[in-house]
C-alpha cells in the first residue's frame, strides 16, 4: 500500500469503554441498541472522513456489549489486557464466554497488554485492571461508561476509572513542570446502566438513557453554569477538525515518493532511512502523517500568500484613485473605481477567512512538526507522546493538534523487530538534530536579511514621503506669492505623490509584520543553539555508549522543539492577515 493511499485512512477519533460486567441478561439489547445509535449517528454520521478506533478490554459485560455494538457500525476495535491472554482466560466461567472472548481478540486491531502504572505492587491483581483503565483513559478522546453512577471505591473498577478520566490520567512520564500544568482528562458519554448486584439504582425507564459528563481538572466542579454544554461543544469542535483535516488529506493527489521515510525530507537521504526497517507500521503511520500535514500547511501557505499580495496589490491601487479623488481630479467615478478596489481587496480577505487558509497553514504546519518530534522519538526508543508534553494549557481551538497527534501513538497490529536504540539514536541525530542544525544556521541569517531588506524599503519610501511633503511646503512658499498660477495647478497634485509613498510604505511594513521575519531570526537563532549544544552532548553519551542520557537529551530537545513551534504558533495566531486599509 502506497503511503498516499494509507495516509486516506485518515487520523481516528478515538473511543474507549469501562463499564459494569453483572448487567441484567433482559438490560442488554436495550443498551446494545443505545450504543450502536450513538456511534452511528453521533459519531460516524457526523464524522464520515474519519475512522473510529474503539478500545475495551474485553472483560464480560459492558465490554463485550460497547465493542459488538461498535464494530456492528464499522468502528475498529483496540484491545488493552490487564494480563496475558491465558491468565485473563480465568477471569470468565464459561466456555461460551471465553470463545466470545477469543472471536472478539480475532477482530482487533492490536492487542495490548497494559504497563502497569509505577511504584505498584506486580503481584496486585487490582492493579493490573487500574492499569488497564489508565490504558484506555490515556488513549481515548472520549470515554463510553456503563455505569450505574454509583461512586465505588473500588481500584480499576467503573467508578475509578470515569473518575481517574474526568479529573486527571497519570502521566506516563511525570516532569516537573506537570506541577503547574492541567492534568490530561476528558469528557465521559454516560450510558444509564444497572447492574445485577444493585438493580434499583437505575429505574427500568431510564435504563440507555445517555448523559455526558464534562472533564474536571484539578478539581473544578462540573455544576458551573453552562459547563457541560460548553465542554460539549469544545470536543464536537476537536473532532470536527480532525474530520477536516482527514477531508483534505484525502484529497492530496497520489504520486511516487520512494521511500516513505524520506518522503517531504523527513529523512534527508534514502540511505539513512534504509537503516530503519520499512515493516515498522508505527514508523510508517507518522511519516504518512507528516507528509499530509506537511503537504496541506505548504499548499495553504502559498494560496495564503498569494492571496495576501493581490490584497496589497488591489489595496494600492485603491489608493491611488482615493488620491487622485482627494487631489487634483474630483471625479466622482474616481471615488467609484477606488471603493471597487477596496471592495475586491475584502472579498479575497474574506476568501482566506472562508477557506481557512490561515488556520490551515499554522495547524497542520505545528502537526507536521510534532510528527516529526514524534519520529525521531519513536525510533529512539522513546515510549513519550508530544500530547504528553505539548499545548497542555491550551484547552481551545488548539486541543485537536494534540488529540490528534496522541491518536497517531496507538499501538500497531504486528510488532515489527526493530534495530537496537543505538541504531535508533544515531539515525535521529544525523536526521534530525544535525539536519534541523543546518536548517536554523542556514536561515537564521537569511530571514534577518529579509527583515533589514524590508525595513530598508519602507524607510526609503516612507523619508521618500517626507521629502515630498518638504518640498511640497517650500514649493509652496516659494510660489504663492510670485507665481500663483504655477502653485494653483502644481500644489493639489503634490499630496497625491507623497500620500501614495506612505501608503507604499505603509503596506511594506505590513508586509514585513505579517510575514515575522525579525521574530523568526531570532527563534532560529534561539534553536541553532539548543541543536548545536544537544548535538555536541548526544555525541559525547555515544561515545561512552551512554543511551539513557541520549535518550533522555533527545526528549528534552523535542520538548524545546515542541515548544518553540508552540510559541511560533500563537505568534502568527495573534497576528492574522488584515486587510491593510484604514485610517
Known amino acids: 500500500m502506497s503511503i498516499q493511499s494509507e495516509a486516506k485512512q485518515g487520523i481516528p477519533i478515538v473511543y474507549g469503554v469501562t463499564g459494569h460486567r453483572d448487567i441484567p441478561e433482559s438490560d442488554v439489547p436495550i443498551l446494545y441498541a443505545a450504543v450502536r445509535d450513538f456511534f452511528r449517528d453521533e459519531v460516524r454520521g457526523k464524522y464520515i472522513h474519519t475512522p473510529v478506533v474503539f478500545l475495551s478490554a474485553l472483560a464480560e459485560g459492558a465490554d463485550r456489549i460497547a465493542a459488538h455494538a461498535a464494530l456492528e457500525v464499522g468502528c475498529k476495535l483496540g484491545v488493552f489486557l490487564p494480563f496475558a491472554t491465558d491468565e485473563y482466560l480465568r477471569d470468565f466461567e464459561s466456555e461460551s464466554s471465553k470463545a466470545e472472548f477469543r472471536e472478539l481478540l480475532t477482530q482487533a486491531e492490536f492487542v495490548e497488554i497494559a504497563p502497569r502504572l509505577s511504584d505498584t505492587d506486580p503481584n496486585d491483581r487490582d492493579q493490573a485492571y487500574v492499569a488497564v483503565g489508565v490504558a484506555i483513559a490515556r488513549y481515548a478522546q472520549c470515554l463510553i461508561a456503563l455505569w450505574d453512577g454509583v461512586p465505588i471505591e473500588k481500584p480499576g473498577g467503573t467508578a475509578d476509572v470515569v473518575r481517574i478520566y474526568r479529573t486527571g490520567v497519570p502521566a506516563l512520564r511525570p516532569m516537573l513542570d506537570d506541577i503547574i500544568s492541567e492534568p490530561e482528562c476528558g469528557p465521559v458519554v454516560h450510558f444509564l446502566t444497572r447492574r445485577s448486584s444493585n438493580p434499583d439504582a437505575i429505574p427500568i425507564g431510564e435504563i440507555g438513557l445517555r448523559q455526558f459528563l464534562p472533564p474536571v481538572p ?274 493639489p497634485s503634490l499630496p497625491v505623490i507623497y500620500g501614495m509613498l506612505f501608503a507604499i510604505s505603509g503596506v511594506i511594513k505590513f508586509y514585513q509584520n505579517v510575514m515575522a521575519y525579525q521574530e523568526h531570526a531570532n527563534r532560529y537563532r534561539k534553536m541553532e543553539f539548543y541543536f548545536q549544544l544537544c548535538n555536541n552532548r548526544i555525541e559525547r553519551a555515544l561515545e561512552i555508549d551512554d543511551l539513557p542520557a541520549a535518550q533522555l537529551l533527545l526528549l528534552m530537545m523535542g520538548r524545546q522543539a515542541l515548544a518553540e513551534n508552540s510559541e511560533w504558533l500563537l505568534l502568527h495566531r495573534q497576528r492574522p492577515i488584515e486587510v491593510p486599509l484604514g485610517g
Open 218 to 491: 484539578s478539581g473544578r466542579t462540573s455544576e458551573m453554569a453552562g459547563m457541560s454544554e460548553l465542554e460539549q461543544s469544545r470536543w464536537d469542535k476537536v473532532f470536527s477538525c480532525i474530520d477536516r483535516f482527514n477531508e483534505d488529506a484525502a484529497s492530496i493527489p497520489p504520486f511516487d515518493n520512494g521511500h516513505p521515510y524520506t518522503t517531504r525530507y523527513l529523512m534527508p537521504s534514502s540511505e539513512l532511512a534504509s537503516q530503519w526497517p520499512i515493516e515498522d507500521e508505527k514508523a510508517r503511520r507518522i511519516a504518512r502523517l507528516y507528509e499530509s500535514a506537511d503537504i496541506l500547511s505548504m499548499e495553504s501557505q502559498a494560496k495564503r500568500l498569494g492571496y495576501l499580495k493581490q490584497i496589497i496589490g488591489l489595496t494600492l491601487v485603491a489608493v491611488i484613485f482615493e488620491q487622485f479623488y482627494s487631489g487634483p481630479f474630483a471625479l466622482p467615478v474616481l471615488l467609484a473605481i477606488s471603493i471597487v478596489w477596496a471592495l475586491v481587496a475584502t472579498w479575497r480577505y474574506r476568501k482566506i477567512g472562508s477557506n481557512r487558509l490561515e488556520e490551515k497553514y499554522l495547524d497542520y504546519r505545528t502537526l507536521a512538526e510534532a510528527a516529526r518530534v514524534q519520529f525521531f522519538w519513536h525510533l529512539s526508543g522513546l515510549p513519550d507522546s508530544p500530547a504528553d508534553h505539548y499545548l497542555r494549557d491550551q484547552r481551545d481551538e488548539l486541543e485537536w493538534l494534540r488529540q490528534a497527534i496522541r491518536a497517531i501513538d496507538l499501538p500497531t497490529k504486528t510488532s515489527t523487530p526493530t534495530p537496537s536504540d543505538k541504531i535508533g539514536i544515531q539515525i535521529a541525530v544525523s536526521a534530525w538534530v544535525k539536519d534541523q542544525l543546518g536548517y536554523f544556521h542556514k536561515n537564521a541569517p537569511k530571514q534577518a536579511r529579509l527583515d533589514e531588506k524590508f525595513s530598508r524599503q519602507a524607510r526609503r519610501w516612507f523619508f521618500s514621503a517626507i521629502g515630498m511633503v518638504l518640498f511640497t511646503v517650500a514649493f509652496h512658499f516659494c510660489t504663492i506669492a510670485w507665481m500663483p498660477d504655477i502653485d494653483e495647478m502644481v500644489i
